[in-house]
């Protein structure tokens, strides 16, 4: 991927996951937030360090697409969820199960897919 | 007059006029024709001199995409036939309720005496993956869009956090759709002017599960617009501008869903009607009628919640217990709604003033369903509802 198209932050993130090293933004009082960021949101304190992604999260709510945009038109039918990962939540395909055995309060571990019409990498998650 | 909290001088404000077109497909007209008819239609139901408009605040959302334009201030000014300072406003879906409080605040501040604002959105003229695109853009582009979430996508991870955490089902919300539909039958602007049933609702495409075809507003073409005055200027030149905006507020919250505490509220528009209310000096049990952001079913639950009509959970079932209906003690859309009126996206938000101002000025096909001297509220959010703008409608007191 070029620098040009490169999205600091974000995409280092996913060369995060994708390595198993995932990470979020924790400020000192247990907030946290995800790249980029330079202030914590709930806070407004300015000392983000990066702390370990919890390996596995819960499905809080998710929703199969049937109708979506051109970069996704050979994706259908697939699962979005966001998925709580302790003090942030995430938002991701779920791979490696079938739709309709999706449920919320399901444990999940994140990860990183390619999408099916374009190849771009995004966040997925596994059983 | 009012005196404002900090003994400053503050005007009331005045709607003079309000000007819409039909709202549905109307793919070769580009968005400043659609803008200058609204807009025109505005300043004759004002009659007005056009000299004494003195800025223009307009709302669009996807200008870019569908008509290739951007800096379109000036050029709906121009279509217009107006040479004054213009501005675009993109709040999302919210773009022309967040003109509507800038204008709400320049006349009040005694900056201005006669503003005209509103929107439009050309949606029709590229197709629906294409239009899906573009309304994506509301949403987060790193965390959420990048990961295949549409809007229908946005609101359905809503809709199932709403039923796990309070109840309802795929039913309850398809009474929604089947009351706006209904309610659109009289209103000529209206895309939709059918009636549905539950079954149509239920038996539709699923969109994004839990949420189907007939749980999603249609695309559309369209532009609204309103002639703000001051009440001053109102009486001095003897202006018929009987119904006041008396309370405008604004709400922000963190724009993707996953970065939220609530996944089946709507914080913004709580705020937003807090101070909406408190600037009015009314109550949620003061509310007789509103006009609410119904992209999707489940919005509107949210919305009636978030305006204190409603407790959290308790919405949901509001248009089955017709409630909710023309005749029933809270009447939500009596448009039509963007269900069936259709949500040309820049547009609703004036579009939603234009329609209490007819109800309560009596020309509106429903003005009959509602209390004498009612209060009447418009709420627009934009997104999945981090910009939500509120405004409080009454009958001026002279
Ligand atoms: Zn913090």
Known sequence: MSDESRDAGHADLLDAI?????????????????????????????????????????????????????????????????????????????????????????????????????????????? | MDVADGGGYMSGVRVAGIGLTHFGQHPERPSRDLFGEAGLAALDDAAIEREDVEALMYGNFMGEISDHQGHMGPLVAEAVGLDVPATRFESACASSATAVREAVMNIRSGEQDVVLVGGAERMTNISTPDATEALALAADDLYEVSAGMTFPGAYALMARAYFEQYGGSREDLAHIAVKNHYNALENEYAQYRREISTEDVLDAPPVAEPLGLYDACPLTDGASAAVLVSEEYAEANGLDASVAITGTGQGGDKIALQDREFLARTPAARKAATEAYDDAGIAAEDVDVVEVHD????????????????????????????????????????????????????????????????????????????????????????????????????????
């Open chain 1, 18 to 127: 994708e390595s198993g090293e995932g990470y979020y933004l924790a400020c000192e009082n247990g907030h946290g937030s995800l790249p980029p960021q330079r202030i914590c949101p709930e806070c407004g304190s300015r000392e983000l360090t990066q702390e370990a992604l919890p390996e596995e999260g819960e499905v809080e709510t998710f929703t199969v697409i049937h109708a979506t945009t051109p970069s996704f038109a050979e994706d259908t039918p697939y699962v979005v969820a966001v998925v709580g990962l302790g003090p942030v939540g995430l938002t991701g395909q779920v791979r490696g199960v079938e739709p309709d055995a999706v449920e919320t309060g399901a444990s999940v571990r994140p990860t990183v897919v390619e999408t099916e019409t374009t190849g771009e990498r995004t966040i997925g998650f596994r059983p």
């Open chain 2, 295 to 398: 992209c999707f079913t489940i919005a509107e639950v949210m919305a009636t919640e978030a305006l204190g009509l409603y407790e959290p959970g308790e919405g949901i079932a509001a248009a089955r217990e017709e409630e909710t209906t023309r005749e029933g003690p809270h009447p939500v859309n009596l448009s039509g709604g963007l269900k069936a009126k259709g949500h040309p996206v820049g547009a609703t938000g004036t579009n939603q003033i234009a329609a209490l101002t007819r109800l309560l000025r009596g020309d509106h096909p429903h003005s009959d369903a509602i209390a004498d001297s009612p209060t009447a509220v418009a709420h627009n959010a934009g997104g999945t509802a981090a910009s939500t703008a509120i405004h409080v409608l009454e009958e001026a007191q002279s």
